[in-house]
């Protein structure tokens, strides 16, 4: 239920609407936007007709408005305005797109830190790097842990970039919030709902990629667990989906964007990798993705990716990523959008 003040109400009005809702149980989330101000309401049965009737009622209530999807605090409708993540120096999902790259695991120092300099050089933002690999065949890759997190502490000192990596048990948020700026909750784990209640507990951004075979609803109700706890710095994350086709790893499923982008204020980032999973594929679809209206792109990267651990035939080598960032750069300014920098945030702050 959204609740749609009068534009003269004040403070007092909208506190005696939050009171109100408390008493019979509902959390309201306030969303204050210039011309006015609504409110929305979750908790169990917010749709009852005799609710609504005793907020209509109400001199400074303009409207109450039920909302019939299931999804509520990641909805547009609960709040108009797109919301915008801080993760360290920049903003995701404004203006800016920000660029994610680096391994796929983590698998030496020497690895991480060239990887690191040579895609900060080439206009990354953020460094990614698996430390907790959720390998489909218990003889995979399973990434080497904590060991990996304190090198991408020490890639962050290096290089300034703030660090986005996956954490895939309950247990390690924690552990795994200190040292990184953005946690990513991969695929496999997007209904783990212990893993999105233990983030939701946390004031961390959160990556929350899309599940295999998880339906657009599905997804933003998975988001809908993390904020319920208290955590609003959610972004989604398309990473592709199974489909009949095999010449690709997954399907990228463009139209989610600007689903998305209609259905939710959340970001969105696009991962042209894991969706093709050929590396080249991966500069044609992030160009298809930010046509599309992504806020940002997570691409992977390897010194040499035929003899990476991990996800080799998706990994850019440096060339390859800078020809990308070379390519989407014009790209980005056909968009009326500017691709992330620290010299932008700056001027964005003062
Ligand atoms: C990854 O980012 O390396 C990863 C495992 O991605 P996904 O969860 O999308 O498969
Ligand atoms: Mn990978």
């Not at 109400?58 to 915008?84: C, G, W």
């Amino acid at each position: 239920m959204i609740i749609v003040m009068k534009p003269n109400s004040g403070e007092k009005d909208i506190a005696e609407v939050m009171s109100r809702l408390k008493d019979i149980g509902l959390k309201g989330h306030i969303s204050q936007g210039a011309e006015r101000t609504i409110i929305g309401a979750v908790g169990v049965k917010p749709n009852m007709p005799e609710i609504h009737d005793s907020f209509i009622v109400m001199p400074s209530v303009a409207e109450v408005i039920p909302v019939t999807k299931p999804y509520k605090l990641t909805n547009r409708e609960f709040h108009p305005l797109n919301t915008t993540i801080r993760a360290d120096k920049f903003t995701i999902g404004g203006d800016e797109i920000v660029v994610m790259a680096g391994p796929c695991a983590v698998e030496t120092e020497v690895q991480l830190i060239k990887t690191a300099e040579a895609v900060k050089a080439a206009g990354a933002n953020i460094l990614r790097g698996g430390a907790f690999k959720p390998s489909t065949s218990p003889y995979g890759f399973r990434g080497l842990g904590e060991d990996v997190l304190k090198l991408l502490a020490k890639a962050r000192k290096e290089t300034g970039m703030p660090i986005v990596t996956e954490v895939i048990a309950a247990r390690d948020v924690e552990m795994v919030a200190r040292y990184s700026d953005i946690l990513q909750i991969g695929a496999r784990n997007m209904q783990n709902f212990a893993l999105l209640d233990e983030v939701g507990q946390t004031q961390k951004p959160v990556m929350l990629k899309r599940g295999l075979s998880s339906t657009i609803q599905e997804w933003l109700l998975a988001a809908e667990y993390i904020m319920s706890q208290g955590n609003e710095q959610v972004m989604l994350c398309e990473r592709g989906i199974r489909t009949f086709e095999t010449y690709t790893r997954n399907t990228m499923d463009i139209s989610a964007i600007p689903a998305i982008h209609k259905l939710s204020h959340l970001p969105v980032i696009a991962d042209p990798s894991h969706a093709t999973g050929k590396w080249h594929l991966v500069t044609p679809v992030s160009m298809a993705a930010i046509a599309a209206g992504a806020d940002g792109l997570m691409i992977e990267v390897h010194p040499n990716p035929d003899a990476a651990l991990k996800d080799g035939p998706q990994s850019l080598t440096f060339d390859n990523f800078a020809t990308l960032m070379q390519k989407i750069k014009p790209l980005i300014t056909a968009m009326g959008r500017k691709l992330a920098t620290e010299a932008n945030h700056f001027t964005a702050q003062c």
